[in-house]
């Protein structure tokens, strides 16, 4: 059907104003009663009165995928090729290491260097939540004991990773980035986490992120907010803001983000990174805090598309923790098949793609163009109801995943969106199945004829962090415009990456999403690689320099 632009009318809040608000839309009577109301201007209605089937299969059908064949395992990534500024790369940090120039202590005493010159001044970039000096430095000791032995773990011996604050890490405290959990530390490690320390990574510390989730802008009142390393100034989206940060910061060429509604792509847009959302269920879960479990995935940002690609290898495929996480095809990763994009057939919703800034759009176009691919105009299942039943599912999700935490002590634009929440019904969540059955036959349908689907990863650039927006806000324009491209790949569980398309006149970043079918993350990667080189990169105004 075709798409018609809608814009969102909403008063933004922050500051007493928000708290105030959010008091009153928690409260009965007149609460219910605004609840209602806003729940109209986000279109709940139209969600309500969606024509579908009666029924809403189980699990979607393309899950059902027969039996599993051998994953591909991950080599030694290559030198990236680039254009412009690089970022350390995870082959510049093993050939440091060979060649003596540097090594793992080092590494992590310049990481706990450069987080305190960065978390100082006026404008702080709080990429990290937590980072653990002992256990930092005992984790660099037993990593340089075994590069001097000749005895790595792998080729990732050494080299630092920083994961959000939603996985479980020792000796960390899961904070979610909340005030009221992560009190203790974790007995075990998630298993991407798990799988990260078995192959010798060096794990920096623990990321900061958009409270609990709920939120696109990575403002967190309780850990401070994330900023922008091309401009401090700036959000850098979320909810894996920290993430984000940490690999365009330089403390680390990766890192681990968690997606349920845009929430790796969108700050890796922001932060001028490539960011993966695997496939549903390709990178396991377990360990992961359960917000949102039918729209949630694990996967990697970072500066450059070959590393993405060796640690999505090194993290995905089966766990016997997460039942999710069974019976998929084999891993396959790009390989040789980085220069399969003018084979490609491309899909675009013209109306769709073009609802964004003119700089986004005319960069996203650009990227297309000098790629090569075949573009073929297509008629995509209603992108607006996509985005109410992807609404609806993960916020009655994460709603009902805090009903075991008695009184919590919520920032105020999270305590809202809950108290919106629970103006939802069971009937809406079941309805918002309904739809999402109903709309994946459509987009099956466009799979049919071509490979990908391209939009840009978000409406805007990184946005200003105003001033009153430190204790929390509310900017429901804001947050359409951000989150507008990334609802399908969630609600459907379509692997999609973002992938840097070049800058605005401010020299913020841009990205390109490309959604895939089921398991074509090697595909989409291929063109990641392939686009590298395309895009002239250029050097953040915060940069740690952890190889001297």
């Not at 104003?17 to 209605?45: E, H, K, M, W, Y």
């Not at 990593?143 to 994961?163: F, K, M, Y």
């Not at 890490?169 to 992560?182: A, H």
């Not at 969108?266 to 992961?288: D, Y």
Request: hydrophobic share 45%; with cysteine.
């Amino acid at each position: 059907m075709a798409y018609t632009p809608r814009l969102v009318r909403a008063p933004r809040l922050a500051g007493l104003p928000l708290r105030a608000f959010s008091s009153l839309v928690g409260t009965p009577g007149v609460g219910a009663v605004i609840r209602d109301q806003l729940l109209a201007q986000i279109g709940i209605p139209r969600l309500r009165a969606a024509p579908v089937a009666h029924a809403a299969p189980a699990r979607p059908a393309w899950l059902d995928a027969g039996a599993p064949s051998p994953d591909e395992v991950p080599t030694a990534p290559a030198a990236p090729a680039t254009a412009g500024y690089a970022h350390p790369s995870i082959a510049d940090y093993a050939e440091a290491y060979r060649s003596g120039r540097a090594d793992p202590v080092a590494v992590a005493r310049a990481a706990r260097a450069a987080r305190t010159e960065h978390d100082g001044g006026n404008q702080p970039l709080r990429a990290f939540i937590a980072m653990e000096s002992a256990d930092l430095l005992a984790q660099a000791e037993a990593s340089a004991a075994r590069l001097r032995a000749g005895t790595p773990r792998s080729w990732l011996e050494g080299v630092p990773v920083a994961v959000k604050d939603e996985l479980d890490q020792s000796p960390y405290g899961t904070t979610v980035g909340t005030r009221f959990l992560g009190k203790e530390p974790a007995t075990a490690d998630a298993t991407v986490v798990a799988r990260l320390r078995a192959a010798g990574a060096l794990l920096v510390g623990k990321t900061n992120m958009h409270e609990l989730g709920i939120g696109v802008t990575g403002i967190n009142p309780h850990h401070g907010a994330a900023r922008n390393p091309y401009d401090p100034g700036r959000a850098t989206g979320g909810s894996s803001s920290g993430s984000a940060a940490a690999a365009a910061a330089g403390f680390c060429p990766v890192a681990i983000g968690a997606d349920g509604g845009g929430s790796i792509r969108i700050p890796a847009a922001l932060c001028g990174m490539v960011g993966l959302k695997p496939t549903f269920g390709r990178v396991s879960e377990h360990g992961a805090s359960p917000l949102c479990w039918s729209v949630a995935h694990v996967g990697p940002i970072g500066a450059h598309a070959v590393d993405v690609a060796a640690i999505y290898g090194l993290i995905a495929g089966a766990d016997a923790h997460d039942p999710g996480s069974l019976g998929h095809p084999g891993v396959r990763l790009p390989g040789a098949r980085a220069s399969d994009a003018p084979k490609l057939r491309v899909g675009v919703l013209d109306a769709w793609f073009e609802h964004a800034d003119p700089a986004v759009v005319e960069a996203c176009h650009v990227l297309l163009e000098n790629l090569g691919v075949t573009l073929v105009r297509v008629d995509l299942p209603d992108p607006d109801l996509v985005r109410l039943a992807h609404l609806v599912l993960i916020v009655g999700e994460m709603a009902a995943a805090q009903l075991p935490h008695a009184a919590p002590t919520y920032g105020p634009d999270t305590a809202m969106n809950f108290a919106l929440a629970r103006g939802l019904t069971a009937s809406d969540y079941t309805q918002a199945l309904r739809v999402r059955a109903h709309l994946a036959e459509g987009w099956r349908t466009v799979f049919e004829q071509v490979d990908l689907v391209a939009t840009p990863t978000t409406g805007c650039t990184a946005p200003p962090i105003q001033a009153d927006a430190l204790g929390g806000e509310s900017d429901m324009e804001l947050l359409d415009r951000i989150m507008r491209f990334a609802h399908a790949p969630n609600l459907f569980g379509f692997p999609a990456v973002s992938i840097p398309a070049g800058y605005d006149a401010a020299d913020l970043p841009i990205g390109l999403q490309l959604i895939g079918r089921p398991w074509s993350e090697d595909v989409l990667l291929g063109v990641a690689i392939q686009a590298a080189p395309l895009v002239e990169r250029r050097r953040p105004k915060i940069l740690a320099n952890l190889l001297g």
